[in-house]
């Protein structure tokens, strides 16, 4: 696994976006809420996720604070084991910015650590839950919540150059592979140029420029509903 914020955020900022993706159109126009004494977070008052706190987004100060820092809230120990795994993480990597309770947005933001932390720990999606002056990051853990995907090659095609487009990601190159190989593919890669192999020859070919950029992305596959 990567060991530094950068390389930990190449890993999965593709994987994690596709599910946020995933995540909008299930649930992107319901109205939430969020029970810190059961640990669930609810759409529509009618379907409720097990989640972690990840922490807080201070708008005033302009700063992160993570859920494992805020001793003020005092939120239940079993809702803090992912965040903990992370700072678990960063001290033996050395990695400041999951060991220091709180950072300067410029440092450390809500997105950027719902990202690495739906990777890392393997789960549905983050949810950003504002309230005046900040918002609050949880990651969504609960199997109930299924966030499918038809066919991965032609999710590839559209998921990957949306994301970039997105987001700052300053290895494409890196955060492509990841993500491939995040959903089962075998990728074969230069410095210039990836090729996704099947059964029957190429399945999807990208090529990047002398700083990691992605400038083609091609499937080579028909989708049946033309989609």
Request: glycine share 8%; net charge negative.
């Amino acid at each position: 696994m990567p060991t530094t914020f950068d390389s930990l955020y190449a890993e999965f900022v593709i994987a994690s976006f596709d599910k946020q993706l995933r995540l909008a159109d299930i649930h992107g126009k319901d109205a939430w809420g969020f029970n810190m004494t059961n640990g669930k977070i609810t759409f529509n008052e009618s379907v409720a996720y097990k989640v972690q706190i990840l922490g807080t987004e201070d708008h005033v100060n302009e700063s992160w604070m993570w859920g494992w820092g805020n001793k003020a809230s005092n939120i239940p120990e079993e809702m803090l084991a992912v965040g903990n795994e992370l700072h678990a993480y960063g001290e033996k990597h050395s990695i400041s910015q999951l060991t220091t309770a709180k950072s300067p947005l410029e440092e450390v933001d809500g997105h950027t650590v719902g990202l690495i932390a739906s990777g890392f720990a393997n789960a549905k999606a983050y949810y950003r839950c504002p309230y005046e002056n900040g918002a609050l990051f949880v990651l969504i853990t609960d199997a109930n919540l299924e966030l499918p995907i038809e066919n991965k090659i032609v999710r590839a095609t559209r998921v990957i150059p949306e994301c970039i487009s997105a987001l700052e990601i300053a290895d494409q190159r890196a955060a492509t592979i990841a993500y491939l190989r995040q959903n089962g593919f075998e990728v074969d890669a230069d410095a210039g140029r990836l090729v996704v192999h099947g059964d029957g020859g190429p399945l999807l070919t990208a090529e990047f420029d002398e700083l990691n950029r992605l400038t083609s992305l091609n499937s080579h596959i028909v989708p049946r509903d033309g989609s």
